[in-house]
């Protein structure tokens, strides 16, 4: 069974500060690794995933993360944060067999101060 | 192309009534899950339906079920409501979500369920 842990439910930055958004996870087998965002009263979104690869994945609106088999953690980063980055962040992983059932973390919080 | 629908997006129920919840993916996808979330369990896997069969089961009580259609449009039936139950229900749907690989999940925006 995984399990995931998000290390902050709340981070709290200022406009054009650097992100790190941290998340550990505990599995037996190997797996995928996601990040989700989502926005108030609406769904979950994609924001990056790691499947296989290259271990720094990339999101189009400028987070990265990296992929630390040795630390089993998936940091989610960004170097400047936006006022539309606002929302809550959850870290997710499946393993390669049941890989549409996700294990999500309990979610971190960011807010950006101006 | 239209994106994941769940209906209704709002419900309120009382303790020992039954709800259905509607779920229509993507054209074309035909795996869809089913989450609940919370905020003190957080999000939890409830099942996933491909081509009508249940493919993978969460934990939880056998209040819980669901089906899936011919078309994939899912739903999902809580009987004898707790008020511990009430949650946001996702419902996500993916491409073929075949075992072994992986395909994106398109979540939609969710029923929120209310139990009085």
């Known amino acids: 069974a995984q399990s995931v842990t998000q290390l902050d439910s709340q981070v709290p930055v200022f406009e054009e500060a650097p992100v790190e958004l941290r998340c550990n996870y505990s599995s037996s087998v190997s797996v995928y690794l996601f990040w989700y965002v989502q926005y108030p009263n609406q769904g979950l979104q994609l924001l990056l995933k790691y499947l296989s690869g290259s271990t720094l994945v990339e999101s189009i609106n400028g987070f990265e993360a990296e992929f630390k088999k040795s630390e089993t953690s998936f940091h989610l980063t960004k170097p400047s944060a936006h006022m539309s980055d606002a929302a809550e962040y959850f870290c997710?992983?499946?393993?390669?067999?049941?890989?549409?059932?996700?294990?999500f973390g309990q979610g971190t919080r960011l807010t950006i101060n101006p | 192309k239209a994106g994941v629908t769940q209906t209704p997006r709002y419900l309120i129920k009382t303790r020992g009534q039954q709800v259905t919840l509607s779920c229509s993916p993507i054209s074309g996808h035909r795996s869809v899950s089913w989450y609940q979330q919370t905020p003190g369990q957080g999000l939890q896997f409830l099942f996933e339906?491909?081509?009508?069969?249940?493919?993978n089961k969460g934990n939880f009580p056998g209040r819980f079920s669901g089906r899936q259609f011919s078309n994939s449009r899912s739903e999902m039936n809580v009987s004898t409501l707790e008020l511990g139950d009430s949650a946001l229900y996702l419902c996500?749907?993916?491409?073929?979500?075949?075992?072994?690989?992986?395909?994106?999940?398109?979540f939609g925006p969710g029923t929120r369920l209310t139990v009085l």
């Open positions: 997710a992983v499946s393993d390669l067999q049941g890989a549409q059932k996700l294990v």
């Open positions: 996500a749907s993916s491409l073929q979500g075949t075992s072994g690989g992986w395909d994106t999940q398109y």
């Open positions: 339906y491909f081509s009508e069969t249940q493919r």
